[in-house]
Each structure stands twice: as structure tokens, then as C-alpha cells.
């Protein structure tokens, strides 16, 4: 019974080296996805586009906003002269006035917010494919985003693969 322990542990033993051996290489690469981004000419136009809708939406809202002060300055002026019900009637105006500038600013944020969702999907969808196309070509095993900051270290074995998804995406 002995000697059929030991060579259950001696066979066990002799396997182990090959059990670490057949385990696949990891390779693991690294690329900053905002250089990416950023360093691509789409992301230009997608800016352009978004400060000129911006701009838009400012001057929009400057112009509510002269509304509104016009509104006060004269309600202001003719408060002595008010009657109840005109000087509620000039209240009621200005407290819709200011209704009004704050939901088109909360409906402006929602717009700008959703106009970049909608500029950069497309962009972001591009370079995605590409950092799989490089992956799968060169055999990574991960391809990390240092971007964000939540890798707080990368080998010096680990590759930088910046230089070739930009080299797929440029022509």
C-alpha cells in the first residue's frame, strides 16, 4: 500500500512540469486610448462640430437671458406704480421667464451631452476595431487602457501598441 502511495505521488510528481508547460504565454499590451482619439482627425471635426452647436446654444440662452433683464428692470422701475394684480401679473411673467431659461438650460445640457455620445460613437467603434485587429494579428493576450488611470503599473514587458492601431487607422 506503501509503495502504491509513492507511486501515485512520484507519477503526480513527473506531470507537473508538463501541466505548467502546456499553459499558454500571456502577452500583454498597453495603448492610451485619448492619444488615440485625439491624434485622429475625426475627433477635429467632431470637436469643430460640437463648439459651433455649443455656441449656438449659448447665444440662444443670451438671448433669454436679455429677455429676462429687460423684464426685471422694468418690473423693477414700476413697482411703485404697480397695481396688485398688475405687479403679480409682471411677477407671474418673470417667474415663467426664469422657469424657461432653466429647462432649456437642462434640456441644452441634455442635447450637447447626447450630440457627443452621437459624434464619438463612431469614432470610438473605429479605434476599437482597430486595437482588435492589432490584437488578434500580433497574439495579444489583453490589450490594457492606460487612459482612465486605473492601471497602476505596466511591465517593461508589456507593449505599447499606439504606434500600430494608428498605423490601421490613418491611411
Not at 14 to 38: C, Y
Not at 40 to 66: G, M, Q, R
Amino acid at each position: 500500500m506503501k509503495n502504491l502511495i509513492i507511486s501515485f505521488l512520484v507519477t503526480g510528481l513527473l506531470f507537473i512540469p508538463l501541466v505548467s508547460f502546456s499553459q499558454p504565454q500571456l502577452k500583454i499590451g498597453h495603448v492610451n486610448f485619448e492619444e488615440i482619439m485625439l491624434a485622429l482627425p475625426e475627433s477635429d471635426s467632431a470637436k469643430a462640430i460640437l463648439e459651433k452647436e455649443t455656441k449656438e446654444l449659448e447665444s440662444a440662452y443670451e438671448e433669454l437671458t436679455v429677455t429676462y433683464n429687460q423684464l426685471y428692470d422694468e418690473y423693477k422701475k414700476g413697482l411703485s406704480s404697480y397695481s396688485a394684480i398688475v405687479k403679480k401679473t409682471k411677477e407671474d411673467e418673470l417667474l415663467d421667464k426664469q422657469k424657461r431659461m432653466s429647462e432649456f438650460e437642462q434640456n441644452a445640457s441634455t442635447t450637447m451631452q447626447n450630440r457627443n455620445a452621437e459624434l464619438v460613437k463612431p469614432i470610438v467603434e473605429k479605434i476599437n476595431k482597430a486595437i482588435d485587429k492589432v490584437a488578434t494579428e500580433n497574439g495579444f493576450t489583453y490589450i490594457l487602457d492606460i487612459s482612465k488611470g486605473s492601471v497602476v503599473f505596466t511591465s517593461k514587458d508589456s507593449q505599447n501598441i499606439k504606434a500600430l492601431v494608428l498605423k490601421l487607422l490613418k491611411p
